[in-house]
């Protein structure tokens, strides 16, 4: 099964930025669609943004134009460039794939405040 470790996360002040890692393991990573999740205290997991395995990507309305997610085959990596940081994007942020390709990992806290 497919093991995911995500990196990155921190404290960050309004409009600063981040970018978030993800490593899984495995040969087959670059057929996966791969997408990055959040987590706020007391809401429900959302899915943010997510790319093919061709390379398109796709956004929820409110991280649009901040936000860019990438991915490294080579790598078995995904990228989560956060820019124009809000405190709402405070949460545990998650990767995983579409559909789910293996547990879900510790994830990485990002807190953005001032």
């Known amino acids: 099964q497919v093991q995911l470790v995500e990196s990155g996360g921190g404290l960050v002040q309004p409009g600063g930025s981040l970018r978030l890692s993800c490593a899984a393991s495995?040969?087959?990573?670059?057929?996966?669609?791969m997408g990055w999740y959040r987590q706020a205290p007391g809401k429900q997991r959302e899915l943010v943004a997510h790319i093919t395995g061709g390379g398109r990507t796709n956004y929820v309305d409110s991280v649009k134009g901040r936000f860019s997610i990438s991915r490294d085959n080579g790598k078995n990596t995904v990228y989560l460039q956060m820019n124009s940081l809000k405190p709402e994007d405070t949460a545990v942020y998650y990767c995983?794939?579409?559909?789910?390709?293996?547990?879900w990992g510790q994830g990485t806290q990002v807190t953005v405040s001032s």
């Open positions: 495995g040969s087959t990573f670059r057929i996966y669609t």
């Open positions: 995983n794939g579409i559909p789910r390709i293996g547990e």
